[in-house]
């Protein structure tokens, strides 16, 4: 949505009275500043979604989902298997997941410094 429509909606709103003058110089402003879209919770953790490289069984689907939710790995495991139980939904979420979910990045390790003897 373009920051024309979100200001003509506004104006809409303000006209209706469902907000008040101070509402709609606040709504305006951060329109115009561009702060009216932020990143909620749910967007910023479907954006740090990876695969585990470390905890895999198959594809480490299960242990990135794990990570991002604070959910055990093993409990995600469980519901993806009693999802193949239902018509294979399990199976084809599984697989899409697979593939459109990226790897993790392994960290780098530091590099060890070696004395001089």
């Known amino acids: 949505m373009s920051d024309s429509d979100e200001l003509g909606k506004l104006a809409d709103l303000h006209q209706q009275g469902a907000l008040s003058d101070e509402e709609f110089v606040r709504a ?28 895999r069984w198959l594809g480490g689907v299960c242990a990135g ?13 469980l519901s993806f298997a009693l999802l ?19 790897v993790e990045t392994p960290r780098s390790e530091p590099p060890t410094q070696l004395s001089a003897p």
Do not use: H
């Open 28 to 55: 305006k402003t951060r329109v115009l500043n561009g702060t009216a879209r932020t990143d909620g919770p749910e967007l910023t953790a479907i954006n740090a979604l990876r695969r585990s490289q470390n905890d």
């Open 65 to 77: 989902i794990a990570k991002v939710t604070g959910v055990a790995a093993w409990l995600w495991r």
């Open 84 to 102: 193949v139980l239902c018509g294979g939904t399990g199976v084809l979420i599984y697989a899409l997941m697979w593939i459109f979910v990226p």
